[in-house]
């Protein structure tokens, strides 16, 4: 494969898909149920209005991952591009979660309305920053979970930074060692470093700019 678009696109059957090559744009886009693992790295919008399933990269991906994303697991072992976590929202127990390995661009958990966000920052090098600008821009739900910390400018006005209680470690911890599973990584090596996480401070952040 090398660039093929809408690999896995609506499909609503519990069936294994295994790419050895680099999948197009809406990867497993409108899925519901699949398991799909790519051995190398990924293009933009994958994920993209998920219902369930999981996705698991081998390498890095690009942008607008899980747009919309209302459901299912995407695992990302390296970095991530501009826009990932845009608008993800949640029902009740069907809660959309995606990790990335690496550092991401600007614009991380825009408009998120539900699900988790998780960002590690593994092997960055001396002074490279864990995330872009913008970071929660427009966030009303879910929650943003960030391996180590973030420069408060770089912030979007609509989050808040907290530290972490029982709740947030159990979440961490049954996401955080699947992952790590997936891509044969040390578990307790990755909580060595502290987390923090990121709310809404409104469930409604442009509410005065509406007319009702």
Known sequence: VNG???IGTGVNLPVNIVINGVPGNDLAAFMDGPAVTVYANAQDGV??????GTVVVHGSAGDVLGYGMRGGKLYIR???GYRVGIHMKEYKRQIPVIIAGGTAEDFFGEYMAGGVLILLGLERRQGEPLAGDYLGTGMHGGVIYLRGSVEPHKLGKEVAVLELDDGDEKVLGKF?????????????AVREEPFVKLLPVSSRPYGRLYVY
């Open 4 to 6: 093929q678009r809408y």
């Open 78 to 80: 390296n970095n991530v």
């Open 176 to 188: 955080l060692k699947e992952y790590c599973d997936c891509f044969g990584l040390d578990y307790q």
């Open 47 to 52: 994920a993209n209005t998920m219902n369930a």
